[in-house]
């Protein structure tokens, strides 16, 4: 490693504004280049193939054919100078081992401070891994056993559910299923309480980790 070339980094990410950031991010950085973006799994790995990074900041719930987890493998399986690095909103535990299992070297947290950014990519560069403290807490979390709380959930509620995982807002939700914001409101509510949710987030996390949609 010539320690006067730059580390050369991609972006991969199908949210405008967060590729926005990465990138004013890493002007304030001499030892850092952002060298490519991409919005999909497709054109990630025509970067790769083309540009040959040195780390692939990899979003982990990126839209497409193939989500973060089996582009990483990919990645890893194709080039393997090539270092990733995850980078997603959530942390449960199931995500986290899924982005480690297919090659993943480090594992960020979206909101994360910039430096701490920065140090990570140097880290995995340096072949070393790199956990955000909300990851590493995921991994030494004991396993729970699969909660039944599908069986709980009434139609509705799984209706509700599944588009809170996709992202829509209440009026969205209200939209789509012909529901008033008070309606939403009501079974949003329910659909916390049922799965000791703290918050949207927390429940779509649920939702996805034990597949209850």
């Not at 006067?4 to 990138?23: A, E, S, T, Y």
């Not at 790769?48 to 990919?74: F, W």
């Not at 070393?128 to 509620?157: C, D, F, I, K, N």
């Not at 809170?164 to 789509?176: F, H, K, P, R, T």
Request: hydrophobic share 45%.
């Amino acid at each position: 490693m010539n320690d006067n070339k730059p580390i050369r980094v991609i972006c991969v990410d199908d949210h405008d504004l967060v590729r926005q950031g990465i990138r004013f991010s890493l002007l304030s950085v001499e030892d850092i280049e952002l060298v490519g973006e991409a919005r999909d799994g497709k054109k990630a790995l025509q970067l790769c193939e083309d540009i040959k990074p040195d780390v692939v900041l990899m979003d982990m719930r990126i839209s497409g054919e193939k989500d973060g987890i089996a582009i990483t493998k990919t990645i890893r399986e194709r080039f393997q100078k090539i270092q990733v690095l995850a980078l997603s909103s959530f942390h449960d535990r199931e995500l986290v081992e899924g982005a480690i299992n297919a090659g993943a070297i480090g594992y960020l947290v979206k909101g994360g401070s910039i430096q701490d950014m920065h140090e990570a990519i140097r880290t995995a560069h340096a072949e070393r891994p790199a956990l955000a403290p909300e990851a590493m807490e995921a991994l030494v979390q004991p396993r729970q056993p699969t909660p039944r709380l599908h069986e709980e959930l009434t139609e509705r509620e799984v209706e509700v559910l599944s588009l809170m995982v996709e992202g829509l807002s209440n009026a969205q939700i209200g939209e789509q299923l012909f529901l008033s914001i008070a309606a939403v409101k009501y079974h949003v509510s329910n659909i916390l309480s049922k799965l000791g949710a703290a918050n949207r987030t927390e429940a779509a996390a649920l939702a996805r980790e034990y597949k209850l949609l």
